[in-house]
């Protein structure tokens, strides 16, 4: 990868970063590993996770010619998704490689890691807003996928609207399958959680940093201790999760996911039903039930205009943060929408 840096170096509480999975991790997630790198995309710090021993899809003739990549919702730290793509890896039977790639400047790089910066491009006047993190993805697409190389997009909240977009704005993007978790992608102000979010995220933000701030400056130990008890609710604790949230803890990428998260709410309005409509064959949303981002209200009025797309309503339980508790079940689900799009090839 251009201007990446592969890390060796081991997270706080033993978590291991690159060529080697978890080792408390149970079935056969653990025996999956998974590979870290750090890169520079115009000019942003971006954490890239990657399953499958094909680190470069141009090495050779043997890559398969089908790449899963994860668009992150928000916070979009790589790291929550570190278990789900295990886990997608897994269901696939090994056969095809699954990354997940970070937004702009969601990520801590390790003290000792020094990245190279990508000299060909120029810099984003504003990458860390939402139309940036859109190009952002598409810059990491053109530099690290050929052109002949098939895509299954996954989107994860605000990761729905910006695969939406790369696949408006891109359309030379042979996209295979589109998948749409838990989609923001209208009325985000509007929706009963944004009602809540949106004068915090706007206007009063800043009153936030100063708690962030004094939180990066406890130890790595008791910073773990205040995740895991904040998520004591969950019926399964994440390990993975526990640590990426631990890692937002540090004052750049919380600036960063709160500044994008200002910009969803005031950009994220209307449905681009004409896109939709567009690429509806390719699609497949999954709405939760109980989703304050994305009310059903929302699943109800996209199936009135798309009577004849697959949008599906979730019957289990999953909460619009899946990636803290159930990464497993989504990715098993996933697994299983996306086989009749494989056994066509």
Not at 10 to 37: S, Y
Not at 334 to 344: G, K, M, P, S, Y
Request: hydrophobic share 40%.
């Amino acid at each position: 990868m251009p201007g990446s840096a592969a890390s060796e170096t081991p997270r706080a509480g033993g978590e291991p970063v690159a060529g080697e999975a978890e080792g408390n991790k149970p079935a056969l997630e653990e025996e999956i590993p998974v590979h870290e790198e750090f890169t520079s995309i115009y000019g942003a710090a971006t954490q890239v996770l990657k399953c499958g021993p094909w680190k470069n899809l141009f090495e050779n003739e043997s890559v398969p010619r089908i790449l899963f990549l994860v668009i992150p919702g928000n916070p979009g730290l790589a790291g929550y998704y570190w278990t789900f793509i295990q886990a997608l890896y897994c269901g696939l039977n090994r056969k095809y490689p699954v990354w997940v790639v970070s937004h702009a400047g969601h990520c801590r790089l390790p003290h000792d890691l020094e990245i190279a910066e990508d000299t060909d491009v120029k810099e984003l006047d504003d990458v860390f807003g939402l139309c940036g993190q859109i190009e952002h993805k598409l810059n990491f697409v053109r530099k690290n996928v050929s052109q002949d190389m098939k895509l299954v997009l996954i989107g994860h909240s605000i990761g729905c609207y910006i695969a939406l977009e790369m696949m408006k704005q891109a359309p030379e993007l042979k996209v295979l399958r589109c998948v749409m978790l838990f989609p923001t992608i209208e009325r985000m102000a509007q929706s009963p959680q944004g009602k809540i979010m949106t004068p915090l995220l706007c206007q009063f933000r800043y009153i936030v940093y100063m708690p962030i701030y004094l939180m990066t400056l406890l130890p790595q130990k008791i910073k773990s201790a205040l995740v895991r008890f904040v998520l004591r609710g969950m019926k399964y604790h994440d390990e993975p999760s526990v640590m990426a949230s631990v890692d937002l803890a540090n004052m750049d990428c919380v600036a960063n996911v709160m500044y994008l998260a200002s910009q969803e709410m005031r950009t994220v309005v209307e449905r681009d039903s004409s896109t939709i409509r567009q690429h509806l064959k390719k699609l497949t949303f999954y709405y939760g039930a109980t989703d304050q981002w994305c009310p059903v209200q929302y699943y109800e009025e996209m199936k009135t205009e798309f009577p004849d797309g697959d949008i599906r309503l979730c019957e289990k339980g999953i909460r619009h943060a899946f990636v803290l508790e159930a990464s497993k079940e989504v990715a098993a689900m996933v697994t299983e929408w996306v086989q009749e799009d494989l056994a066509r090839l």
